[in-house]
């Protein structure tokens, strides 16, 4: 017994030894730390610096908590030709661990950092956070790069982080479900996330790899819902799983049998905000289209024959989301504040140009300005990807003389007529959306800017391979618009041009026609009416087409000048080519005009025409030239 006894007390003697020798040589380190003048002192910071120079771990931390590291929390820092040194958060400062710290060796060196101390670089994706202490182990940050010594010897490491933080919250339960319902758990991409009871309100909590791919049949969401003693599972698959490092996405749910409704979907910087849930400094991520209005202003929608509106809601100043219907008058602007608009039809907000939706703004004098993809209106919460290959607007802002902007216009693949009269009448638009399509689709331009006479500016046109039809009389009426886009494609379709320009009274320049083949009609009335026209673009294609050229000038008052390459033969053996295409053109008192044809027989075969060439074009008119062409050397 006496012999245990004496072996108790000197085990506790030893460990009383090891514990007094290990706090000597933390001390020792300590020492030489703060003695070295080359020792590295370490400041952390993610993203950008806050008030005390520390920054937010603490992914479920309360506003205050959110701004700081914890106590004990340790980052691996190496410098170039150094070892790694972890580096612990004591007080409010990080100390060197181990026998070692890092030293200034030279006036700029390279850094790399790592937090957790353990964290690699490589990002392992947890499959479960049970505990809060596992969101905050998986709050993967970074530095790498170069920094240089300002003489104090402070290394600011400005961390990344490498996790998206995703929230869920539980809004509530629609009437499928008795109202003691709860969820007990919940999957995110196939994550189990933490749960959190705030305010009598479950959230569920995160930290999501970008770069993580989860199985391919694994839902975006996955509930487990308890009812009494009754579980089920419920699941949503349709909301993208694309995240962004350092972004916090929060996404609020009503919860049904085979239906889990979205009501809202928020995205803040991580970095710069305080607990999600508070909703500071929140932003919408999806890109409704939004109308404002200074003053009081009234929405609703009409149809045409058969068509019925489906899938669409509006929301007035963020409030609840409730359905469009046909004639109901909601109003909105002042002091109600903005009215958005999402749908989930994928086809749009017609199914052709007789079976249309359009909107209506009743207030004549107060103007509406509209913001927002119009791509949420077929599928809000797959927007960024949703087809549009088979969507059309036809008319959908016909005749709203009152809206200032127009909403945004991403697709890249357009159904036929998609865009038909969209805009049309819209008197006070000035500027027209992007347009990035590359490849058209039959009239799918068709009138879409008629009539707007405040339009001052035309969308780049970037297509090079075109459609029957495809810019039909798109900037018919356009009295405000002074200069036309360029037209790059060289390989023309049936009335791909046809009335593109008429009537634009402004227009002072036309675009180059590269075109050296032509279509049926493809020059119809282009640029009839165009009063302001001084020179017509030169016509080079030596390939023409059945009325390719029928009124492309007529009207033209103050044209001066056309070049024309065609052959003979090929004036001769086309049908109503040059069909009145200078009838009431260059005919101001004291225009003098020029004519410039590629010979003497092109000039006879329209003049053998006499809907070809009007009197004041030919040789003998007055105050008319007639030349022929002489490429230039």
């Not at 109202?179 to 009598?200: F, H, M, P």
């Not at 239906?259 to 999600?276: A, L, M, P, R």
Request: hydrophobic share 35%; aromatic share 10%.
């Amino acid at each position: 017994m006496k012999t245990m006894k004496i072996m108790k007390r000197l085990m506790g003697c030893a460990a009383a030894i090891l514990a007094l020798t290990a706090c000597s040589e933390s001390e020792d380190l300590l020492a030489a730390y703060h003695s070295d003048s080359k020792a590295v002192h370490i400041t952390a910071q993610v993203g950008k610096a806050s008030a005390d120079g520390f920054t937010r771990s603490n992914p479920l931390g309360t506003a205050e908590e959110q701004t700081k590291f914890n106590e004990n929390d340790e980052i691996s820092v190496q410098a170039e030709g150094q070892d790694a040194v972890t580096y612990k958060l004591v007080g409010s400062e990080w100390q060197p661990q181990g026998n070692k710290f890092l030293k200034w060796e030279n006036e700029t060196m390279n850094f790399t950092a790592y937090y957790p101390a353990k964290f690699n670089g490589t990002i392992n994706q947890p499959t479960e956070y049970n505990k809060e202490a596992d969101l905050a182990a998986a709050d993967f940050m970074s530095f790498s790069g170069p920094q240089k010594n300002d003489n104090n010897n402070q290394l600011t490491l400005t961390m990344e982080r490498k996790m998206a933080r995703v929230v869920v919250e539980i809004a509530g339960f629609n009437d499928q479900y008795a109202t003691n319902a709860t969820v007990n758990s919940l999957s995110i991409c196939g994550v189990k996330a933490y749960k959190q009871e705030t305010d009598g309100k479950s959230y569920f909590y995160a930290l999501i790899d970008p770069n993580y791919t989860p199985g391919t049949t694994t839902p975006f969401l996955s509930l487990e819902v308890a009812e009494g003693q009754s579980k089920t599972t419920e699941t949503l698959t349709t909301i993208p799983t694309t995240f962004a490092a350092g972004n916090s996405y929060t996404y609020k749910l009503t919860v049904g049998k085979n239906k889990i409704s979205v009501s809202d979907i928020t995205v803040t910087d991580w970095d710069n905000t305080g607990i999600i849930t508070e909703g500071s400094k929140a932003e919408h991520i999806i890109p409704y289209v939004t109308f404002k209005a200074e003053e009081a202003q009234t929405f609703k929608m009409t149809t045409t024959g058969t068509y019925e509106i489906k899938g669409l809601e509006y929301s007035v100043n963020n409030g609840d989301w409730a359905t469009v219907e046909a004639g109901t008058e909601v109003p909105f602007g002042g002091d109600k504040g903005d009215l958005r608009l999402r749908g989930t039809n994928t086809n749009g907000t017609a199914d052709d140009p007789s079976l249309i939706s359009t909107i209506e703004f009743t207030e004549a004098n107060v103007n509406v300005a509209c913001t927002g993809d119009i791509r949420t209106l077929q599928d809000w919460r797959n927007y960024n990807i949703v087809e549009t290959r088979n969507a059309r607007f036809c008319y959908l802002f016909l005749n709203c003389s009152v809206l200032t902007s127009a909403p945004e216009l991403p697709a890249t693949k357009l159904a036929v007529s998609c865009y038909t009269s969209m805009f049309a009448g819209c008197t006070s638009l000035t500027a027209a959306p992007e347009l990035k399509t590359t490849e058209l689709a039959a009239s799918c331009y068709n009138n879409m800017f008629y009539g707007c006479t405040s339009l001052t500016s035309a969308p780049e046109l970037k297509a090079t391979t075109l459609a029957n039809g495809c810019y039909f009389g798109m900037f018919n009426g356009c009295a405000s618009l002074t200069a036309a886009p360029k037209l790059p494609a060289t390989e023309l379709e049936r009335l791909c041009y046809g009335d593109m320009f008429c009537n634009c009274t402004s227009l002072e320049s036309a675009p180059e026609l590269p075109a050296t083949k032509l279509a049926e009609n493809c020059y119809y009335e282009m640029f009839s009416g165009c009063t302001s026209l001084t020179s017509a673009p030169k016509l080079s294609a030596i390939e023409l087409a059945e009325a390719c050229y029928c009124k492309m000038f007529r009207g033209c008052e103050n044209l001066s000048s056309v070049t024309m390459l065609a052959p003979s033969d090929k004036i001769k053996n086309t049908s109503s080519s040059f069909n009145y295409w200078l009838y009431g053109a260059g005919t101001n008192d004291g225009i003098t005009r020029t004519l410039i044809v590629l010979d003497e027989a092109a000039y006879n075969e329209l003049v053998n025409n006499e809907a070809y060439l009007p009197d004041i074009w030919k040789k003998d008119a007055t105050n008319t030239t007639v030349k022929y062409y002489t490429p230039k050397q």
